[in-house]
């Protein structure tokens, strides 16, 4: 596989940008190589190599009651394709409402750099094979049905418009899961998988591990009641709850409309100050896209320091409007969607694993969170299952699964009753978009509504 040259690229995005109508023009290009395998008990079941793009064309015209603009992609690059997206993006843009809050096209800027990770996209399916093949013995010595999927994918963006900015850069992403069911169906399958931007990173022998030993421990799960329970939360559950806020209440826009967690709490101290929250998209354990979607550089954002919640990101429009700096947190325009985090982290605290489970006297383990979703937008009260191994702890030791649980819960809530902080962040992902860098915590009084059979 390969994208295409970052001439070639430019030379694309260059050619559009000259053969527009418009008083502004953006034009951006995203490429991706993804190749992945899907794997159950009979081996891969599913497997990708693919190559795709995406030409994104934002045409812009000026008027005295704002700028009318609108956006045409196709995935198709030929000069037939790429007209025809013209013709479209103007049609659009001519007849568009209006808006007086929409600024004019930034110019040129300084991104740091960003290369692709060669190794992450050379990862060969032979490589990806060996990995399989280790999840699928370990699980048949231990009488347990495989499931998983292994995957590297590399991006590409590049960005140019009429005012003169020019910017390029990448990432990748490297992943392998496992998921190892008892044989005999009657309880839930262990789960553990790792992320990194460096495939040489990931270590597959601690997957299968951790999957396996979570799949053996979690036959014969017993019923809890429903209740409180002081909780540790592995990184896979915690990255399902704050991811949320990648999502919701940490932008300018949900702030104004009254619908953010910060409304009324920011600068006030409500939160332990073990906990520190920050979006940067520069972090070396797992860098992300350094500009956003009109090519503005991303800033670091401290979210919560020092016990208290703090201004959110921004985007062109959300500076303009509230005379703040543009924290580079902005969507491809013209879009519905206010600024928000992209590359969230949780700072990792003092305590091992061991350590916060030894400090419960009685309360749960918790693998993963499935299916979660958001009830309420200012305490982000969200509800969920536990999935992937569930565990009671009894004087500061696991001693016996048991089955899953549904929570309700305020996020806002949980964070104001962290006891304790893990020591090791980890890259995790949720079901829908995303990953952040987070530790396990430990939570005292977490709500658990109902319970299940399995």
């Known amino acids: 596989m390969s ?99 929409r600024v004019e096209l930034g110019g040129g800027v300084e991104v740091a750099g960003s290369a692709l990770h060669r190794p992450t996209q050379d990862h060969t399916f032979r490589e990806k094979a060996r990995w399989i093949e280790a999840a699928m013995g370990a699980c048949s010595q231990e009488g347990l049905v495989p499931a998983g999927l292994a995957r590297t994918t590399v991006r590409s963006r590049h960005l140019v418009n ?45 997957v299968v591990a951790r999957a396996v030993e979570k799949g053996s421990m979690g036959r014969a799960p017993r019923p809890v009641p429903a209740g409180e329970y002081t909780v540790v939360l592995e990184p896979l559950a915690v990255s399902s709850l704050l991811l949320f806020l990648s999502y919701q209440g940490l932008g300018a826009k949900e702030v104004h ?56 990101v921004t985007d062109s429009i959300w500076a303009a409007r509230l005379g703040v700096a543009n924290t580079g947190h902005g969507h491809p325009q013209p879009s519905a969607e206010g600024p928000s985090p992209e590359n969230l982290c949780m700072a990792p605290g003092d305590a091992s694993l061991e350590d916060l489970v030894a400090g419960v006297e009685r309360g749960l383990l918790v693998t993963r969170f499935h299916y979660t979703n958001l009830i309420e937008p200012r305490d982000v009260t969200l509800t969920g299952m536990t999935r992937g191994g569930t565990f009671l702890i009894e004087g500061g030791r696991v001693t016996a699964p048991v089955c899953n649980l549904r929570f309700t819960q305020s996020l806002v809530e949980a964070l104001q009753r962290v006891t ?19 530790p396990a915590l430990r939570i005292d009084g977490f709500r658990f509504t109902s319970t299940t059979e399995l």
Do not use: M
């Open 420 to 438: 304790g902080v893990g020591s090791r962040a980890e890259v995790a992902g949720a079901l829908f978009r995303g990953e952040i860098v987070c």
């Open 3 to 101: 994208l295409l040259t970052s001439d070639h690229a430019f030379e694309v995005c260059e050619a559009a940008l000259a053969a527009s109508p418009a008083d502004e023009t953006e034009v951006t290009l995203e490429s991706e190589e993804d190749r992945f395998v899907r794997y159950g008990p009979e081996g891969p079941s599913q497997n990708g190599d693919r190559e795709r793009h995406c030409l994104s064309l934002r045409l812009r015209y000026s008027s005295p009651e704002g700028w009318r603009e609108a956006r045409a992609t196709v995935g198709n690059l030929s000069e037939e394709s790429v007209r025809a997206a013209l013709q479209r993006a103007d049609l659009l843009a001519q007849v568009a409402a209006p808006d007086p809050y």
């Open 162 to 206: 009429s005012a003169g900015r020019r910017i390029e850069g990448a990432i990748s992403r490297a992943s392998f899961s496992l998921t190892a069911t008892p044989e005999d169906g009657a309880s839930d399958g262990g789960v553990a998988e790792q992320t990194d931007c460096d495939v040489g990173r990931l270590d597959p022998a601690r």
């Open 257 to 312: 409309e009254q619908r953010s967690l910060l409304v009324g709490r920011q600068g006030v101290e409500l939160f332990p100050k073990s906990l520190s929250l920050f979006d940067d998209a520069g972090l070396a354990e797992h860098p992300g896209w350094r500009f956003d979607g009109e090519g503005a550089p991303r800033h670091r954002v401290s979210l919560l320091e020092d016990g208290a919640l703090r201004a959110p």
